[in-house]
T-cell receptor, first 109, second 113 residues
Framework: QQQVKQSPQSLIVQKGGISIINCAYENTAFDYFPWYQQFPGKGPALLIAIRPDVSEKKEGRFTISFNKSAKQFSLHIMDSQPGDSATYFCAARGENFVFGPGTRLSVLP | DTAVSQTPKYLVTQMGNDKSIKCEQNLGHDTMYWYKQDSKKFLKIMFSYNNKELIINETVPNRFSPKSPDKAHLNLHINSLELGDSAVYFC????????????FGNGTRLTVT
């Protein structure tokens, strides 16, 4: 119930392409869904977040799509750049934060 | 300017030693956390403190003891270090209330030899 599943484990995309990372959850008490970006040697940094009363949120090249009935949400990175190469974590908050296992994204130049 | 800072960044020590990691946040948040990130990058919560009071203590060996002298500081003391304790430890903070994001420090890489 407390798990957040995330796929794929790793993703390779060409520069300019679209990167898509998917997450799923079970606990309907979760009410806040952030995405974090982590570069090597750094802590995870908040990228974008959504609440379940909204189906989509866009910030620049980053978009979260949220499907409450399916209990799924996804991160789309448009026009992916080599600088986007990092590990991405989805998370969900109930009483505390639960993280997905992460997706290592590599954007090829 | 650093929002959540933790020291040291690297910690190499031998089995059986006792070590501490310090964390400070200047965001005015009332909740602080310790997370452990293993070699597969999985992030797992260890402890959560709200206004200096322990509110989450996940299944963590009692060799790990958090200490919060005030709501801006949360230190982690580890006794009798074991090889399996090698990981990156992240401090984080958030403002109380659901829907507030976590702000992470840059981590302490602990290596036990």
């Amino acid at each position: 119930q407390q798990q957040v599943k995330q796929s794929p484990q790793s993703l390779i995309v060409q520069k300019g392409g679209i990167s898509i990372i998917n997450c799923a959850y079970e606990n309907t008490a979760f009410d806040y869904f952030p995405w974090y970006q982590q570069f090597p040697g750094k802590g995870p940094a908040l990228l974008i977040a959504i609440r379940p009363d909204v189906s989509e949120k866009k910030e620049g090249r980053f978009t979260i799509s949220f499907n409450k009935s399916a209990k799924q949400f996804s991160l789309h990175i448009m026009d992916s750049q080599p600088g986007d190469s990092a590990t991405y974590f989805c998370a969900a908050r109930g009483e505390n934060f639960v993280f997905g296992p992460g997706t290592r994204l590599s954007v090829l130049p | 300017d650093t929002a959540v800072s933790q020291t040291p960044k690297y910690l190499v020590t031998q089995m059986g030693n006792d070590k501490s990691i310090k964390c400070e946040q200047n965001l005015g948040h009332d909740t602080m956390y310790w997370y452990k990130q293993d070699s597969k990058k999985f992030l797992k919560i260890m402890f959560s403190y709200n206004n200096k009071e322990l509110i989450i203590n996940e299944t963590v060996p009692n060799r790990f003891s958090p200490k919060s002298p005030d709501k801006a500081h949360l230190n982690l003391h580890i006794n009798s270090l074991e090889l399996g304790d090698s990981a990156v430890y992240f401090c984080a903070s958030s403002q109380g209330g659901r829907g507030s994001p976590l702000h992470f420090g840059n981590g302490t890489r602990l290596t036990v030899t």
